[in-house]
């Protein structure tokens, strides 16, 4: 079945700085990458998505690339803030629709 | 857009009691619904995928006679944690996915005492 690993497991910028979260899969099946912000209790929340045909998406502040042959994908935050702080999570979705999640992020953006 | 509403939010319960959790499609159909469980600080794992009018399909480890799994409409799936055990206590999701993308459930917060 399809394994995503996650790196780092936590991560502290400064206010203002990028935050940047890499993910790899190995099913080269897998062709729907969305990431997912999560609040301690609370349900996971997209904050963006990127499909196996594209190889870049940017969203304001957020940005995701995909390089399908390495099967790696990230995440880029811009111009942190204090209310990204959050728990982040990639994960991949295979040809039966599953999704399979990374270990998480802790991303901590400091005032 | 597209809702997923998952009751209740959390619950305690007993041990050796069981628990129905349930997660309805709120304005579309889902003939597939997914159960992740979370444990503090890990990750969201895939329990099982939930199939309307069949069996549901359990990942590896996770016991299907212990986490009974109903799709009986397009719309609602439901999870009863059996003979619930300390160890039990989690934070169970639900998903479903429509043209946009999975939608989640808010999530059962299950203490087991």
């Known amino acids: 079945g399809e394994n995503v690993e996650q790196h780092p497991s936590t991560l502290s910028v400064q206010e203002g700085d990028s935050a940047v979260i890499k993910c790899t899969y190995s099913?080269?099946?897998?062709?729907?990458f969305p990431w997912y912000k999560q609040e301690l209790g609370k349900r996971p929340q997209l904050i963006i998505d990127?499909?196996?045909?594209?190889g870049e998406k940017k969203d304001q502040r957020i940005a995701v690339t995909l390089n399908k042959t390495a099967k790696h994908f990230s995440l880029h935050i811009t111009e942190t803030q204090p209310e990204d702080s959050a728990v982040y999570f990639c994960?991949?979705?295979?040809?039966?629709?599953?999704?399979?999640f990374g270990g998480g992020t802790r991303l901590m953006v400091k005032p | 857009g597209a809702v997923v509403s998952q009751h209740p939010s959390w619950v305690i319960c007993k041990s050796g009691t069981s628990v129905k959790i349930e997660c309805r499609s709120l304005d579309f159909q889902a003939t597939t619904m997914f159960w992740y469980r979370q444990f503090p600080k890990q990750s969201l794992m895939l329990m099982a995928t939930s199939n309307e009018g069949s069996k549901a399909t359990y990942e590896q480890g996770v016991e299907k006679d212990k986490f009974l799994i109903n799709h009986a409409s397009l719309t609602l799936s439901t999870l009863t944690v059996t003979s619930a055990h300390p160890e039990d206590s989690s934070f169970y999701i639900c998903?479903?996915?429509?043209?946009?993308?999975?939608?989640f459930g808010s999530g059962t917060r299950l203490t087991v005492v």
């Open positions: 994960a991949a979705n295979n040809a039966g629709n599953m999704l399979t």
């Open positions: 998903s479903a996915r429509d043209q946009a993308g999975h939608k």
């Open positions: 990127i499909r196996s045909n594209v």
């Open positions: 099913d080269s099946a897998s062709n729907y």
